[in-house]
T-cell receptor, first 112, second 113 residues
Framework: SQQGEEDPQALSIQEGENATMNCSYK?????LQWYRQNSGRGLVHLIL?????REKHSGRLRVTLDTSKKSSSLLITASRAADTASYFC????????????FGPGTRLSVLP | DSGVTQTPKHLITATGQRVTLRCSPR?????VYWYQQSLDQGLQFLIQ???????AKGNILERFSAQQFPDLHSELNLSSLELGDSALYFC????????????FGPGTRLTVL
């Protein structure tokens, strides 16, 4: 299976702190994406990183990708209460027709 | 608002019944994906259509089927429903079929009693 696995399963931090979530996957990929889901709602795309990229930034988000270790990390800096959500990594395969497989997610709670 | 619409928002039905979930992708998106999210299974990819053709299949049961119509909207049909089919069903769309951002709809919450 090429399923991504996020770590930790749950994370609780204070507002203003940084939050780091990790994702590991099993097979070669073309792209890895991070999504956010507020409770019971649809997923929102955060950032896409291609297999030939090592780091990408978007606002307070920083994503790294290490294809040799088959892992990625999502860093949220200066967290806010509104960042409270579940975060998923999604990986695709390197073959045509492969689709994004989502991991079980990290539940982030940012306390005011 | 992602631009992807799903109807209905909630659906309550009984075991053995059949339901149809509908999805309208974002304007211009050719690809539609269906996902099932339950507490014990997480987010599971079911099936993808691209411009009316089935592109990829995931963990979709034989009791489930889908199609994408010429106007690009899609329907997911669930039949012989079981208690375990209770879940959130999401539709997502993208411009192309692979390696791009997916835009998710708000989901349909299905409850099978």
């Amino acid at each position: 299976s090429q399923q991504g696995e996020e770590d930790p399963q749950a994370l609780s931090i204070q507002e203003g702190e940084n939050a780091t979530m990790n994702c590991s996957y099993k097979t070669s990929i073309n792209n890895l994406q991070w999504y956010r889901q507020n409770s019971g709602r649809g997923l929102v795309h955060l950032i896409l990183i291609r297999s030939n990229e090592r780091e990408k930034h978007s606002g307070r988000l920083r994503v790294t990708l290490d294809t040799s270790k088959k892992s990625s990390s999502l860093l949220i800096t200066a967290s806010r209460a509104a960042d409270t959500a579940s975060y998923f990594c999604a990986t695709d395969g390197d073959n045509y027709g492969q689709n994004f497989v989502f991991g079980p997610g990290t539940r982030l709670s940012v306390l005011p | 608002d992602s631009g992807v619409t799903q109807t209905p928002k909630h659906l309550i039905t009984a075991t053995g019944q059949r339901v149809t979930l509908r999805c309208s992708p974002r304007s211009g998106d050719l690809s539609v994906y269906w996902y099932q999210q339950s507490l014990d299974q997480g987010l599971q990819f079911l099936i993808q259509y691209y411009n009316g053709e089935e592109r990829a299949k995931g963990n979709i049961l034989e009791r489930f089927s889908a199609q994408q119509f010429p106007d690009l909207h899609s329907e997911l049909n669930l039949s012989s429903l079981e208690l375990g089919d209770s879940a959130l069903y999401f539709c997502a769309s993208s411009v192309e079929g692979q390696g791009v951002e997916q835009f998710f709809g708000p989901g349909t919450r299905l409850t099978v009693l």
